[in-house]
Structure formats: structure tokens, C-alpha cells
């Protein structure tokens, strides 16, 4: 890492770091079924969600497999939610052509109207009220605000570093939102270091770890996952996973002893495929670290398997010093 990236590094453990995260996608829904679309739609509990609350779901095909992790927020008049990076038009073309003829929902592109800023590190919560905002005690609560004279949705997401912020401004106005953000303290963050510190969380990400190739389960996403709601698009697999507790395969991560030159690439033992590399960083500090799905005969601790020729090991998530 060269010292710019080292210096935001070291802000998301120690202090804050901010970054624009408007290349992910940000959808309404609106009318009077619209929980209940996104209900039917996806793994978790979303109609018993109240105005200021919010929740990881994962929309899913009739087979259980993964399209997109989503944070949904519920807002008085609407459901806001956010989806991988650029993936917010494929979405929405989803969710539209899920809507049965009685229902009352419409789906509308939000990127347009608003901008995106991540804030993480242990004190997210405190640069957030440096520029009298509220904070959130809620992990997924959202509450709106105001910036002066501009109108500012603040939500709690998963932690970085410590904790987590994501605020939604006016597009017109993100700019000079991160602008007064790091102004108050918090460094800008670098996409790269970003990567870096989300493997080391061990956070699934749209592209790499969440693909039409897995199924919830399998990326540890139970906190997106309702076994006590109705049924839903590829409710069958994902129940029927859990009450027989076979996994097929499982997300972990590998300590790497060198870093691939294509991801994804296979996992062998004995040169037999056992799995998939997803993702790979030079970690500060725990050096070259990845993310792999491995299937659970060869998902312990300690187990020792080849990518690209390379040795790793196996350990669980999140990394933590050996």
C-alpha cells in the first residue's frame, strides 16, 4: 500500500473514513404493497417493517440462488433500497416485472435524486453529529434529517473499522457533503483500501461473492434470512438447507501465500476442485488474505489447499491476527 492508502487505512480502525459509494443503486418502491412485493420476493421479513427500520434481504431465484444482497429501509411513504454496485437498472427491471396485475407498487430509480456516502471507523458517530446530524441507534434505522438547508436520510450499515454510516444528500449536494465530512475529521477513503478492509470484514460482495452461483446459506447471510415468515421465490431450497443442515459449500477465508492473477480461481486438493477464490487483497495487517466459498468437507480451520499452485489455508471470518 503506498501512504495514502495506508493513511485511510489506518483512519477506518482508528478514527473515520468517508467515501462516495454512488455507484450502488439505489431504488423506491412505493404504493401500498410494496413490503409486501418485496416480501415474496426475497429472504427476509420485510412486511413487519416499521417507518425508521430497515434490514439485509437477498432477492433470490425459484432455485435459492443469490441475485443481489439488498439494505431496505422503510421509510413513512416509501421502502429505499440499495443493491450492488451498478446494478440498480437490472433491479429494477426485476421487481417491475414482478408486479401481478392487483398489486399497488411502483419501482423508481432513486440514483438520480440521490447521492451515496459511506462514513466508517470507531468514530463514524461522532463526525456525523460534528455536522449536526443525528446519530443512529439502529443498526439498519434510518432517520432523515437536515444539513443546513439540505435534506440528508442517515442510515446505520455494517461496520467498518467499528461502526458504519450511510447517507443519502441530494446528488447535487453529495459532493460538498463529503467535502464538510472530512473537513470535521474523517479521511477520504480510497476504493481500493475499501476492498482491502471489506475482505478482511468478510462481507459478501455483488459480483464476487454474490452470484446466480450461491445460495444465501452458503455466504453466511442468516441475518437476511426469515425462517419464521411465508413463503417466498426460492423458499423451498433455502428451508429445506437449513432444517437438513447441509451446506455444500461455505464462505471463508484463505491466507494466501501468493496473490492470483485471475479471481476467481479454483481451489484444489489433490487435484480435485474444492472450491472457488472470490475475492484477494494484500492486507496490512494480515498480509494476502481472500475470500472463497470451500465446500464444508474442506472448510475447517487450518486446512491446507492450492490456488493456482499456491498453498493457503482455511480460516473463519472475519480475520483476526494468528
Known amino acids: 500500500m503506498n501512504s495514502v492508502v495506508a493513511h485511510d487505512y489506518e483512519a ?11 455507484d450502488r443503486g439505489r431504488l423506491w418502491m412505493r404504493g401500498r404493497d410494496r413490503a409486501s412485493l418485496l416480501h415474496r420476493l426475497s429472504t427476509n421479513h420485510i412486511a413487519r417493517l416499521q417507518p425508521g427500520q430497515g434490514t ?3 432477492l433470490t431465484t425459484p432455485i435459492g440462488r443469490m441475485i443481489d444482497l439488498l439494505r431496505v429501509y422503510a421509510l413513512p411513504d416509501a421502502l429505499l433500497l440499495e443493491t450492488g454496485p451498478r446494478h440498480g437498472g437490472p433491479i429494477l427491471r426485476h421487481l417491475r416485472k414482478n408486479i401481478f396485475f392487483n398489486d399497488q407498487v411502483t419501482v423508481a430509480d432513486a440514483g438520480s435524486e440521490l447521492g451515496q456516502i459511506g462514513i466508517y471507523g470507531p468514530q463514524a458517530g461522532e463526525i456525523v453529529q460534528a455536522l449536526g446530524l443525528p446519530m443512529v441507534a439502529e443498526r439498519y434505522g434510518i432517520v432523515a434529517a437536515q444539513w443546513g438547508e439540505t435534506p440528508v436520510l442517515i442510515a ?9 454510516y450511510t447517507l443519502y444528500p441530494p446528488v447535487a449536494q453529495t459532493e460538498a457533503l463529503l467535502a464538510a465530512l472530512v473537513a470535521a475529521g474523517a479521511a477520504p477513503l480510497n476504493a481500493e483500501t475499501a476492498e482491502v478492509v471489506r475482505i478482511e470484514h468478510g462481507y459478501p460482495r455483488f459480483g464476487h461473492e454474490i452470484t446466480l452461483d450461491y445460495i444465501p446459506l452458503e455466504a453466511d447471510l442468516w441475518r437476511a434470512v426469515s425462517f419464521q415468515k411465508g413463503c417466498y421465490v426460492g423458499q423451498e431450497i433455502i428451508a429445506r438447507m437449513e432444517s437438513r443442515g447441509r451446506i455444500a459449500k461455505q464462505l471463508r477465508g484463505l491466507r494466501l501465500t501468493a496473490l492470483p492473477t485471475i479471481v476467481p480461481t479454483p481451489l484444489t486438493v489433490d487435484g480435485k476442485e474444492v472450491g472457488v477464490l472470490t475475492s484477494a487483497a494484500h492486507s496490512p495487517r494480515y498480509g494476502l488474505i481472500g475470500l472463497a466459498y470451500v465446500r464444508s468437507s474442506y472448510a475447517d480451520d487450518g486446512t491446507t489447499v492450492l490456488v493456482a499452485d499456491q498453498v493457503a489455508n482455511v480460516c473463519r471470518l472475519p480475520f483476526t491476527a494468528e
Not at 14 to 19: E, F, G, L, Q, W
Not at 156 to 164: F, H, N, Q, Y
Open 156 to 164: 446505520r450499515c455494517e461496520p467498518l473499522g467499528g461502526d458504519g
Open 12 to 22: 477506518v480502525y482508528t478514527t473515520a473514513a468517508v467515501i462516495d459509494e454512488s
Open 56 to 58: 439485509l434481504t437477498v
